[in-house]
Nanobody
């Protein structure tokens, strides 16, 4: 059974940092494209960034230069390092996996429809 479990969310002041983790189980973690997404209250879910099977990353313009996605295949864990946080970064953050693909993230963070397994989310709140 595939499971994705996010952790690391919390409250932080603007300018601060957080690192989110997503621990995966039930499949061969290293082989597939994974992504981070977020959804703020009253807004549509949006892509934050993606990482493919060989570690190539793509980011949304809104987080480029501030957020970094990485993964540790030995720990089956995906990370999202978030620096210089802004109040507009406040949202529920989700990790997702495309287990139907070949490991490439063809659509990048804008192709939410490609992801077929999702975690339950972790809340990030940034205060000004």
């Amino acid at each position: 059974q595939v499971q994705l479990v996010e952790s690391g969310g919390g409250s932080v002041q603007a300018g601060g940092s957080l690192r989110l983790s997503c621990t995966a189980s039930g499949y061969t973690f290293s082989r597939y494209c994974m992504g981070w997404f977020r959804q703020a209250p009253g807004k549509e879910r949006e892509g934050v960034g993606t990482i493919d099977s060989v570690g190539y990353t793509v980011y949304a313009d809104s987080v480029q230069g501030r957020f970094t996605i990485s993964k540790d295949n030995t720990k089956n864990t995906l990370y999202l390092q978030m620096n210089t946080l802004k109040p507009e970064d406040s949202a529920m953050y989700y990790c997702a996996a495309d287990l139907m693909g070949d490991g490439s993230c063809y659509g990048g963070p804008h192709a939410e429809h490609e992801y077929n397994h999702w975690g339950q989310g972790t809340q990030v709140t940034v205060s000004s």
